[in-house]
């Protein structure tokens, strides 16, 4: 039997939504195992500030929108879709952009439904429908490759800061068991774009893009109140995400 260092059993016992821990399952753990928040921060911070020295003064702007959609381990939010919108701004080999997404879904399950959640009383279980969004303001930092005038690649990452909402009605149309964050949701993304030009000579672009997005949920319920209960939204889930959309470039004056 293999011996397990003191150091070992202390990590094992970190709770799924501890930094430095990945989790698997539908509460995907935070991406980095050996990375903390604060040094994901460190390395998004150090990609910005080297960016003012790639500025061109010829760089120009794109603004689109966007259509999406995700996968994810989530029990509220497995396979959501929405839109959004973007701004990027190109500099030299690098792009900044700017995103705001919404992705809704909505599901059917057995729930719980109380008279009163606090203390709860008149518990029951019922068909449970819920509908849950999350939308928020992305920040990316891309590294762009140029094939020719009708192509071009982007690779990077960047931070996302999130709201989430969710209604939940059980047959009875009484309000079902669902514990919510009361605060934002932070998030981290790897991304992959692509821009094609069909019209080189035109400012209108199709892009599209691929992300791996890493958002930690604040809404876990106290294990030792009574009264809490359902909380799908606590630690990290991992979100796979496809956007498609079209853009128009503005230059700069």
Known sequence: MATVTPVEQARRRLPCTGLGRYCSGA??????PGMGMRSLRRLLASLVLALPAAVDPC??????VLAGRATSGNAELPHPEGYGAFA???LSSWGVRLTWLRYSDETDKRGVVCEVYSPRIGCR???????ARMSGLRLTVLRTVS???VLELG???????????ATSLGDSGQ??????????QIGYLGSGAITVAPVPRLPVRLVGGVSRHWVRFK??????DPTSGYAPFCGWDRFTEVQVGVSVTLPRQ
């Open 175 to 184: 309000r079902a068991d669902l514990h919510m964050p009361h605060t934002g």
């Open 27 to 32: 509460h995907a753990g935070f991406p980095f």
């Open 59 to 64: 760089s120009a702007q794109d603004v689109g």
């Open 219 to 224: 809404g876990c319920a106290d294990p030792t």
């Open 88 to 90: 990027q701004l190109h």
């Open 155 to 165: 690779a990077g990452g960047g931070v996302s800061f999130n709201s989430l909402g």
């Open 125 to 131: 279980a019922e068909g449970v429908a819920t509908s």
């Open 147 to 149: 094939l020719g005038s």
